[in-house]
């Protein structure tokens, strides 16, 4: 156990290492690319402020918090305006309904199941870079590495109103990428269900 | 005496199963959708169809990372 105060370069290597997969592949679903660089400039900021890392058990979560500012911080130099989708574009959509209606694992007993069984990681991560950054981030951050609403509000600098709306048109753009992925590339043709 | 809650339609019942699933919905609110649960089996389906969605997201976790990108990040990680 390193207690707050043994904050040696070793101390920080060791901690660090540790959460380098999870810090990679959140990384890998919030950008397309420089996953690696992104995940190198978080180990940077945080070596520089080990020193505010209270308890070693929280390493995991301070990384990513860390990891998401550099994200955060990427998003504001490319200036990018907001990509706000029209609400009623989104949310009409709904994937239950549409598996139902156009039924395509005829021969399948619990065909929602056997439809999101069909895709693999890289399958859902191609899926998610579908998604305007502005939503992946808040569905990556609460649906996948388990932050909460308020701490993706003050990570993302955004009211929690924001993140609550964008969580819910995120969730609805992507049911409707995962359809719209699968028809384009032939993901069920394959026959490879999982 | 309990007061039932006015009905509300399976578009705004849908439109608050994520929230209801996490949990995030005012006490108003959970009462309204579980009335609407009561007696729609569509919605039914669209939530136990959400709660996997949930759980499909949650599993794309953290794997072992590929040897290469390891080895590049462990250099690094050395050098700081």
Redesign the interface.
Known sequence: MIEAGDRT?ES??QL??AE???L???AR?LVRDGA?DL??EA??RA?RSFGTLRQDTAAGPWLKSILVNVFRDQLRRQARSPEELPVDQV?DF????TL?EQDPLPYSDTL??DY?RA?A?ED??EVLLRLPELYRAP?VLR??D?FA?KEIARLLDVPLGTV?AR??RG?KRF?QELWTYAEETGLLLRGTVR | MTVKPDPIPCSEA??QL??YL?Q?VSPDDQAKVEQHLSFCR?CC??L???N???G???S??????PPH??A???H???E?
């Open positions: 370069r920080f290597q660090a290492s380098l997969p999870a990679y592949w959140l679903r690696e995940v190198q180990l940077l070596y949310e709904s994937l239950y309904q139902i929602h199941h999101l895709f990681k859902v991560r569905l649906y996948m388990g609403t609550l969580l819910h969730r049911e | 849908v439109r994520w929230d996490d995030a569509q389906g669209e136990e169809f959400a996997q969605l949930r499909f997201l949650a794309q976790s953290a794997e072992e990372l990108i390891k590049r990040l462990e690094f990680l050395a700081l």
